[in-house]
């Protein structure tokens, strides 16, 4: 079974510009998740998808992240502008639904210098 | 006070070792509970799930102490690729997981 998938991998920006990555889910999982991984700490959720529907955003720094995941697949996290504290892996998983075992993709590790 | 908190280490073990990580957590209508391990560089993967009646996996034991807000993780004779990040994960129904910022144990020959 194919495994949760991100691209690109790795990121280097400046700051101020503007950065998007990219996540496509197992295939039949409902739920998906961003999560934000800074060095020395656990992830941090940003915003957790149910098929196209947000259920928990209330850690995405709005003024700068957006989301979305227009046809309950794929999904998009876009950072604009870009600030050095962003520097971080982005993680993206997936579940059948809320509250089942989460599977993670491999990340996207951001440096804004 | 943090949601989750972890002993970060590191720990530093020889092969064959027990050794011991201890979470707290402070939402006491927390539900699930969790360790995942990291290793360098890789994305979270589920070691094992916590249950209330504590729960064994080969040489890994969990234990979850409720009155206390207590999570625990034994592992005994330690390999060296047991070394990683080992991230203690609580939820509440319906909501995304909240996770530690993760105890390093590395094992050594």
């Known amino acids: 079974e194919a495994g949760v998938a991100q691209s690109p991998r790795y990121k280097i920006i400046e700051k101020r510009q503007s950065v998007a990555f990219w996540c496509n889910p197992i295939s039949g999982h409902a739920t998906l998740y961003w999560y934000q991984q800074i060095l020395g700490q656990g992830p941090k959720l940003l915003i957790q998808f149910q098929n196209n529907g947000v259920v928990d955003d209330s850690q995405l720094p709005k003024d700068r992240f957006s989301a979305e995941r227009l046809k309950g697949v794929d999904s998009t996290l876009k950072i604009q502008p870009a600030k050095l504290e962003d520097s971080a892996v982005y993680l993206c998983a997936s579940s059948l639904g809320v509250g089942d075992e989460q599977y993670f993709g491999p990340g996207t590790r951001l440096t804004v210098t | 006070r943090k949601e989750v908190e972890q002993d970060p280490g590191p720990f530093n073990v020889p092969e064959g070792a027990t050794v011991a990580f201890n979470c707290t957590y402070s939402n006491s209508a927390s539900q699930s509970f969790f360790w995942y391990r990291q290793d360098c560089r890789k994305e979270p993967k589920l070691l094992m799930s916590?249950?209330?009646s504590g729960n064994e996996d080969g040489r890994f034991t969990a234990q979850l102490n409720r009155a206390s807000q207590y999570i625990s993780l034994l592992i005994r004779d330690s390999k060296l690729s047991d070394s990683a990040t080992y991230l203690c994960v609580v939820n509440q129904a319906g909501t995304a997981l909240i996770f530690g910022k993760g105890t390093t144990l590395s094992v050594s020959s």
């Open positions: 916590v249950y209330s």
